[in-house]
C-alpha cells in the first residue's frame, strides 16, 4: 500500500507499450518465447504487490483511525481504504473491533451492505481494509437538508427506512445484530442506493438449536479475555436501546436492534432521535430511563399531520419491554410497507358471526374494507328481510359516509367471524391534509358533490353491487370511489450515570464526509451522533 504522491495520477494509468507484452522480442532484441510472453502479460496486469493499492486524499478522520480514497492498480478500480491509528494498537478491544468489522461485513453480502474487498497488513505491518466507495450523503444529511415539514421528503425516507430494514433483516438471519443503527450511519446514493454502514459493534449470536448454521456468519478471532469485556457498552446513546444501555446486566437480542431502527424512524418523522443530551454520558442515563415523547405530542407547532398508524409503529417500536415492541425487523417493515402502500393508517376491527356492522337507516361516518370472512347485505321489506349480495375479502362498503352523512340504505350482518379495516372521516381528513392544499380542496369538494344525495327506497329492492350495499353503482358512486380510495389510500400506496459504577474508558466514532470513521472523546461533534464504547463499572382494540 502506497501513500500517494503528486505523480500518482498519471502513472496510476500508464500501461506497458503493447509491443512490449505481444511483440516477438524485447526492449534489446532478443526474440521471447511464448511462455515470457505470457509472464509479461500477466506482470502488467497485476504489479507488485507492495504497488498494487494507492492511498489518495482522505475522507474522513477520528478517534480510531481513518478512511482514506484508495485506487487499486490490479482491478483498476476506486475504493474506500480503512486503516487505524498508531495509539489505536495500543487497545486490544479498539483492534479487535476493527478486524471483526472487516470479517462480518466481509460475510454479509447484500445490495444493503456495503461489500468488503480485503483485509490485509501494508509492507509496514499497518492493518487496513478496503471496501466499496460509496459516493452520497447520509441519512442525516438528508433529513437535515430537506427538513421534517414536506409529505413527500417523508415517503422519500420512509422508502429508506424500508432498505435499511432489507439490510438489518438479513443480517439477523446471519446471526448478527448491528446495535449502532443511527442515520449518519446509513448511506443514500445518488440513484436509489442505500447502504447501512459501519458494523464495528456488531454481535454475534449462537445458532439456535435444530438451525441451519451453512450461511451462520463465523468468527475466527479469539474471543477477548473476559475483564477486556465487563460492562462494556458501545453503540449511540440517542438510539439506544435500555437493554444495550445495561452494560451487560440485560441480555441483547434482535429486539435491541429493533428499537434503534424504531428511533431512527423517529428521527425521520422529526427531524431528530428520540433523546436530546448535553453529553453522551447524559444520552446514557436517557437510555436506561426510555421517557420518549410521541411525535404527535412533541412541543410547538406540529411538523406534520402524522398518519396514527405511523405514530403507533414508532412508538411500538420504542416500547421499553422488548416484549413489547416488535418480534422482528421484518415485522416492523410488513407495518411500513402496508402503510405506504395504503390503508396502513386504518385500523382494524372484528366482529362474530351474526354481529351487525351497519344498520339499515343510522346515520354513519365510516366506511370498511373486508379483509376476512364473509358478511351479508339485505334490506328489510315489508318486515322481511330480502337478501341483496354477499360480501368477501377486498369488497368495501359504506363509503358514502364518509363525506356525507347520510342514512344507510342497507344493513350488513357478519355471516362468519370478519376482520375489516375501519376507514373513518377522520382518517381521510388527516390524510387529505398531508396533500397539496388544492389537492385536498379539489377531492372534498367532489366527494361532497357527487355524495350529497341518497337514493330514495324503491318498492321493490334492485340488485346491489358487493361494493355498494347503499344503492345501485351509478357513475357518480363509481367516480367518487375512484377519487377518494383509489388515489388517496395509494397516495399513502451533565448528568451522571445511576449506580455506582464509575466510567473508566471510552472512545467514540462519527460519520465525517462519505464514509464512516471515528472520532475522540470530547471532540467537536453532536452528542446525537456520537457512537460510545464504554466501560462502566391511543390503543387499538382488536374487538368491534
Not at 403507533?312 to 402503510?339: F, H, N, T
Request: charge should be negative; glycine fraction near 10%; include cysteine.
Amino acid at each position: 500500500m502506497s501513500d500517494p504522491d503528486p505523480e500518482f495520477s498519471s502513472r496510476r494509468r500508464v500501461q506497458p507499450p503493447t509491443s512490449a507484452v505481444f511483440g516477438p522480442t524485447d526492449e534489446h532484441g532478443r526474440r521471447l518465447t511464448h511462455e515470457e510472453r505470457i509472464e509479461a502479460l500477466i506482470a502488467a496486469a497485476i504489479p507488485d504487490p507492495g504497488h498494487r493499492l494507492f492511498l489518495e486524499q482522505e475522507l474522513a478522520r477520528g478517534g480510531m483511525g481513518a478512511v482514506r480514497q484508495a485506487f487499486d492498480g490490479v482491478l483498476q478500480r476506486r475504493m474506500a481504504a480503512k486503516t487505524l491509528h498508531e495509539r489505536t494498537y495500543e487497545h486490544l478491544v479498539l483492534v479487535h473491533g476493527f478486524l471483526r468489522e472487516a470479517q462480518v461485513t466481509g460475510q454479509l453480502d447484500h445490495p444493503n451492505i456495503v461489500p468488503i474487498y480485503e483485509l490485509g497488513r501494508d509492507t509496514t505491518g499497518e492493518l487496513y481494509f478496503t471496501m466499496k466507495l460509496v459516493e452520497g450523503h447520509s441519512l442525516k444529511a438528508e433529513i437535515r437538508r430537506t427538513g421534517a415539514h414536506d409529505p413527500e421528503a417523508l415517503r422519500a425516507r420512509l422508502e429508506i427506512f424500508v432498505k435499511v430494514c432489507d439490510a438489518l433483516a438479513f443480517a439477523h438471519s446471519r446471526g448478527v445484530l448491528h446495535l449502532d443503527i443511527k442515520s449518519a450511519n446509513v448511506m443514500v446514493g445518488g440513484f436509489g442506493q442505500v447502504y447501512l454502514m459501519d458494523w464495528g459493534g456488531a454481535q454475534l449470536l449462537p445458532p439456535p438449536p435444530g438451525a441451519d448454521t451453512e450461511h451462520w456468519v463465523r468468527d475466527s478471532l479469539p474471543p477477548l479475555p473476559p475483564d477486556a469485556m465487563q460492562g462494556l457498552v458501545f453503540g449511540t446513546p440517542a438510539y439506544m436501546s435500555p437493554e444495550q444501555a445495561s452494560a451487560g446486566r440485560e441480555p441483547v437480542d434482535e429486539r435491541a436492534d429493533v428499537f434503534s431502527m424504531g428511533a431512527l424512524l423517529y428521527e425521520i418523522m422529526t427531524g431528530r432521535p428520540p433523546y436530546q443530551a448535553a453529553t453522551p454520558h447524559e444520552g446514557l442515563a436517557l437510555a436506561r430511563a426510555v421517557e420518549i415523547v410521541s411525535p404527535d405530542r412533541l412541543p410547538g407547532p406540529p411538523l406534520l399531520p402524522y398518519p396514527r398508524e405511523l405514530v403507533r409503529i414508532v412508538m411500538k417500536a420504542l416500547q421499553r419491554e422488548p416484549a413489547d415492541r416488535y418480534a422482528s425487523v421484518g415485522a416492523l417493515q410488513a407495518d411500513i410497507v402496508r402503510l405506504l402502500r395504503g390503508g396502513g393508517d386504518f385500523s382494524q376491527v372484528r366482529y362474530l358471526r351474526g354481529e351487525h356492522i351497519i344498520r339499515e337507516g343510522e346515520v354513519g361516518d365510516a366506511a370498511y374494507i373486508v379483509l376476512t370472512g364473509t358478511l351479508e347485505v339485505y334490506r328489510v321489506v315489508d318486515g322481511k328481510n330480502v337478501h341483496l349480495r354477499d360480501l368477501g375479502p377486498g369488497d368495501m362498503f359504506g363509503e358514502t359516509a364518509i363525506f356525507a352523512a347520510s342514512p344507510r340504505t342497507a344493513s350488513v350482518v357478519a355471516t362468519t367471524d370478519v376482520a375489516l379495516i375501519l376507514v373513518t372521516r377522520e382518517v381521510v381528513e388527516q390524510e387529505l391534509a398531508s396533500m397539496k392544499p388544492w389537492m385536498g380542496a379539489f377531492i372534498r369538494t367532489l366527494a361532497s358533490r357527487f355524495g350529497g344525495a341518497a337514493p330514495s327506497a324503491p318498492a321493490a329492492a334492485p340488485p346491489v353491487h358487493a361494493a355498494h350495499p347503499e344503492g345501485p353503482p351509478d357513475v357518480s358512486e363509481q367516480y367518487r370511489e375512484e377519487t377518494i380510495f383509489a388515489d388517496v389510500m395509494s397516495d399513502f400506496d451533565d448528568q451522571s450515570l445511576p449506580g455506582p459504577e464509575a466510567i473508566v474508558g471510552a472512545a467514540s466514532t462519527a460519520t465525517t464526509g462519505g464514509q464512516n470513521e471515528t472520532t475522540e472523546p470530547g471532540a467537536s461533534t453532536s452528542p446525537d451522533d456520537t457512537s460510545l464504547i464504554l466501560t462502566v463499572r391511543r390503543p387499538r382494540p382488536v374487538g368491534p
